[in-house]
């Protein structure tokens, strides 16, 4: 599987381009997943694995590599498909992300494709918001769907969105305004993004896409000074129809947003990122999830600690 891997380190030159690599793979004969190939971290043969006694039923084992043990998930099963075997024929996929490294075991995998963020469109709102997708796009004619794989590691690891009392203490002494723009295409995401902003006092606005945080931070700014309505932007980077780098880069090259502080806000992992921030303009580049990180950079940009 090395030769669907190769060249990873290539493709990081379209970041800030808006631009992304999927890695396509199967969970059954009918469906094919993606996944930011910036997630991942190498694919495997899967090895036998160890079952861990009363772990969550959507874990299937944990196996050792390059000198750590790593807890392996069904996909499938957390998708309600049934679920693998953990045969020598199927494949694991080590991801990174969110601070953690973890493996998602699957059928097949297939190949990495290149393509534009506004190929890719947001899941039908049809389907409700128990779904695991955070975006869809079509592939030689074949529907691909991408997974909130963010969702997946909540709903299994467990994320811990509470702010301590100390900042929420502190934020609630202040009468300065509070108003920030979130734009992050994961519901999930964007709900612990809002937890945060609503323990420590803030207001918000909330876009699901770069696109669409672009159409309405333009039209605040032609309303008045962006500075009189928003303290900050905080944003995803993976994001369908325009990414958080692009949207950077329109944002700090449009006279009248330029001076808006935005704080990239991503799961990615990496010295790579950060470097990628800072080339697009960016102020700040801050991990998902830490709550009091996010809350404690908020409050030092907006309110000026």
Known sequence: MSSVMEGVDRLTRIAGQNRVELLLFQLGPAQTFGINVFKVREVLKCPQLRRVPQSNRHVCG??????????????????GMPPLAGREDEFVVITEYNGRVQGYLVAKVERIVNLRWDEINPPPRGIGETNYLTAVVTVD????????????????????DTVSARLCEESATTSRPHHVFVADDSMVARKQITKVLDQIGFTYDVAENGR???VALKAAAA?????????MLISDIEMPDMDGYTLTKMIKSDPDLKHLYVCLHTSLSGSFNQSMAESVGADRLVPKFVADDLATVVREVVLGE
């Open 141 to 160: 004619k074949r529907l691909i769907a991408i997974l909130d794989v963010e969702r997946v590691l909540a709903e299994i690891v467990g994320v811990d």
């Open 62 to 79: 944990v196996m050792h590599t390059r000198g750590r043990t790593i807890t392996v998930i069904d996909l499938a099963s957390v998708l």
């Open 212 to 214: 669409d945080a672009w």
């Open 223 to 231: 309303e008045q000074p962006i500075l009189s309505k928003y303290g």
